[in-house]
């Protein structure tokens, strides 16, 4: 008892002598603990807050190693820090259900220009509630200037060595209890969520910041591993064997002209949806009928979003774990779809009326292939929604541009249109049409109104939806009117889903009508939408229609964006050596892998993270049908991550 209670006296005698690092301490780890609950909803794991007190008790031990009068300001410095990190992946894990990388402060200046977007849809109650621990703290200095009390007066070194000694503890047990996997994610990092739930925020953002000057350390660390690890890849799960497989699509569209829609948050879910008798996308439902559309393709995007989207489609590489292509590697050199085309003959051209800067379009383009940008400096602001020039005015004035290019060029031309209006936050309507999402009833012999998701965030996106839908439907029939679609493949793809909360989807599957609520989980008509069916709803399209003929296909396989090139490719006679996807018309089964290392297959969606699978079709499952997807995946995302990191196309073709 006398040992407890002098235990609990010193205690009381060091919080006393050292209030401001005491309180940086506690409210530290709290403000991390009350991150992952927010976000990855990992409430009472003792790992992750084992490792974060280890973390914070090692920062707060520097303090003892500076001089007095400079204490005070780093532990300020600090706190201000720690508070950042949790405000920023708060409001990161909202929209990109991730979190932050230090390589992604350079595309910070695209937040400028998706301002909106972030105030609406991305910043919310729970992020500001962070900054109390700052607050408290110039609150505490405050009192303790005022008592005029003099801090850190005891001896340094054995407070020192008690803080290192639990510190390291700490540190030491998460490490003895963790497996290989779990630091095969700390390693690699393409499992952001995975580290944060398992080594908590302020290890994972430590480790984020190693990773983020790994592209420095290229010409010193790692290159030649990664160079012969690539040079295996290819010579064992190479897919050199497709240029010579043919099938009924091989150099079907050779020789002829090819516009794709870039097509921004499309999602599949609108297709074939109607609301009251009126269809969200009957521009898009004709053209998937009449052509080959794909109803299981999947966006792969990392934190570049749409420019992920543009580079996965065009080059059959992955998006980069750490930071994005167009931005921090842009200087690469990769084998690309226009490159191909371009040898072929082809005149290419992209346009997009937004800023060529936005996403490094202007420079990165031209990398990739593209003869000109016609970018904002090109069109006409006339009519705008959202983050600019309306897609019906865009479309209108890039008929002409494309005429002007078909007049001058005495060659086919590739065209590549990335829209603007359908772009998250859904808010900006007045230059649509209304779409009414409401729900009508009979109760009673009455018909009554219900609001259902009108006005909602998920209602507001089909209206979007069905405007961009018309946008298309005006498009298709100009290019008509000018001769345009003679000897042309039209293609339309979804960049991305919708990012939309999933508690929207809920009401939108669940709502019922005569009472006006949702059902309950235990009604007979309740339809289930977990975590894992929200992954496989966000689900895009992919269209390829041609006015000259009518394929009337649905391919069910599910396929990534990295498997268009080359399928894409076998219909234009084109091959690239470096292309990590399938020819979609090639596989029996094949794998969507993401960049978390999570993947979907026909039989399940395999969660990286949680390490868990959710079986689609109620097929069984064996252990090791999991584990050679998982092992493959990895795989994977490692040699796209090594291709683009340390430049192996340009090395392997100089060589």
Known sequence: MTKLKTMKENIIKTIKKYPIIFYFIVSSIINATLLRIVTVKNYFDIKPLLMDIGIVLLLSAITFLLKEKNRKKYIIILTIFLTAICIINSMYYTYYKSFASFSMLATSVFVVDVGNAVVENVIQIKDIIFIWQVIGLFILLYQENKR????????????????????????????????????????????????????????????????????????????????????????????????????????????????????????????????NGKEVTPTLNKLAHEGIYFSNFYSQVGVGTSSDAEFTFSTSLLPSSNGTVFVNYYDREYVTLQKLLKEQGYYVASMHANDGEFWNREIMHKNMGYDKLYDKQYYNIDQTIGL?????????????????????????????????????????????????????????????????????VLGNYFRSVHYSDSAIGEFIDELDKQ???????????????????????????????????????????????????????????????????????????????????????????????????????????????????????????????????????????????????????DKLIEISNDIIEYDLIREIEEE
């Open 148 to 275: 005029k009390y003099k801090d850190y007066t005891l001896s340094k070194k054995p407070k020192l060595k008690k803080l290192l000694i639990v510190s390291l503890t700490c540190c030491l047990i998460v490490i003895l209890t963790s497996n290989i996997n779990d630091f095969a994610r700390l390693g690699k990092e393409w499992n952001k969520k995975g580290v944060v739930i398992n080594f908590g925020i302020y290890l994972y953002q430590t480790n984020d910041l190693i990773q983020s000057l790994k592209p420095q350390l290229n010409n010193i660390l790692g290159h030649d591993t990664a160079l012969k690890n690539t040079r295996e890849y290819y010579e064992k799960y190479g897919y050199k064997e497709d240029e010579d497989k043919e099938n009924e699509y091989t150099d079907i569209f050779k020789g002829k002209n090819l516009i794709v829609i870039h097509a921004e948050s499309l999602q599949t879910l609108a297709i074939d949806l109607e609301f």
């Open 388 to 456: 600019g020039l309306s897609d019906k005015s865009f479309f209108h004035q890039s008929v002409d541009i494309i005429k002007d290019i078909k007049d001058n060029n005495d060659s086919l031309f590739y065209i590549n249109l990335i829209t603007l209006s359908n772009h998250t936050p859904f808010s900006d309507l007045d230059n649509m049409e209304e779409f009414d999402t409401s729900m009508y009833v009979d109760i009673n012999n009455r018909t009554i109104r219900r609001d259902y998701i009108n006005n909602t």
């Open 483 to 633: 001769g345009l679609l003679e000897n042309t493949v039209v293609v339309i793809y979804g960049d991305h889903d919708a990012r939309i909360d999933e508690s929207y989807y809920n009401l939108y599957y669940n709502y019922d009508g005569v009472y006006d609520t949702i059902l309950n989980e235990d009604d007979e008509n309740y339809t289930e939408f977990n975590e894992y069916i929200y992954e496989l709803n966000r689900k895009v399209p992919f269209i390829i229609w041609t006015k000259d003929t009518k394929f009337e296909q649905e391919v069910e396989k599910p396929m990534g964006m990295i498997d268009v090139l080359p399928t894409l490719g076998n219909m234009f006679g084109i091959y690239s050596e470096y292309q990590l996807g399938h020819d979609i018309f090639n596989v029996e089964e094949n794998t969507v892998v993401f960049v978390d290392g999570s993947y979907v297959s026909e039989k399940i969606y395999y969660n990286s993270q949680k390490d868990e699978s959710y079986v689609i079709n109620n097929d069984a499952i064996s252990e090791d049908y999991v584990k050679s997807r998982s092992e493959k995946a």
